[in-house]
């Protein structure tokens, strides 16, 4: 059974260390449950958001966040968050450097486009990022996931594995989520997809 292990996100710009960004509550506790995932696999895979501070959908304060957007590749309004060359960028401490992963993805480059997923560039599925090509072309039968947040990124990350024929599991204690509602949410759709979701290590190992 070949494994890769998927970090996320797992950007400074999703933690309490970046209070003016998207601070997902405990961001910036994942990074040993990521490093567990990959001491399981034979690849590490990660993603980052590398977004323009000028996008469509950038508002300028929080309370304005989560307006509906007519645009076909960007669904909903968000804050500047994860913008190349500011520390919200960067990876979490402790976490390898990206040329030091297996293969890694830069989303949400092209200003007019926010995507969740990290497979494809666009919200309609069409574009890929390669990473599905990519652990494909390594006979990888099993993707491990974790990152930031489980509610978004790391839900239609795991989603889009898995239409691609991969067997998934997240592991909860690699994610947190933005919402504790949306979470919610999030586990049931991955698990109606066939997705398992491990929240101790017994799990992920009995798996
Ligand atoms: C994310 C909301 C907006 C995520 C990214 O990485 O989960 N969530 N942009």
């Not at 007519?70 to 960028?89: R, Y």
């Not at 390669?130 to 930031?148: A, K, P, S």
């Not at 024929?165 to 999030?186: D, H, K, M, N, Q």
């Amino acid at each position: 059974m070949k494994i890769a292990s998927f970090d996320v996100d797992a950007q400074k710009g999703f933690t309490p260390l970046c209070p003016n960004e998207l601070p997902v509550p405990e961001g910036d506790a994942i990074v040993p449950a990521l490093n567990q995932l990959a001491a399981r696999a034979q690849l590490r895979v990660g993603s980052k958001d590398a977004h323009s501070p000028q996008a469509a959908w950038v508002v300028p304060d929080h309370a304005q966040m989560l307006q509906a957007l007519p645009l076909a590749n960007a669904d909903l309004t968000w804050v500047s968050h994860c913008v190349p060359g500011t520390p919200g960028f960067e990876l979490l401490d402790g976490l390898p450097a990206p040329l030091d992963y297996d293969y890694f993805v830069w989303k949400g480059v092209e200003p007019d486009l926010h995507p969740y997923g990290a497979c494809y560039h666009d919200l309609a599925e069409k574009r890929s990022t390669g990473v599905i090509e990519f652990l494909r072309q390594n006979g990888v039968d099993l993707v491990l996931v974790g990152g930031l947040a489980l509610d978004y990124c790391v839900r239609t990350t795991a989603l889009q594995l898995r239409r691609a024929g991969f067997e998934v599991i997240v592991y909860l204690p690699a994610c947190r989520a933005i919402a504790s509602e949306t979470a919610e949410t999030a586990c049931i759709a991955m698990s109606e997809q066939g997705i398992t979701l491990a929240a101790s290590l017994e799990q992920l190992d009995s798996a």
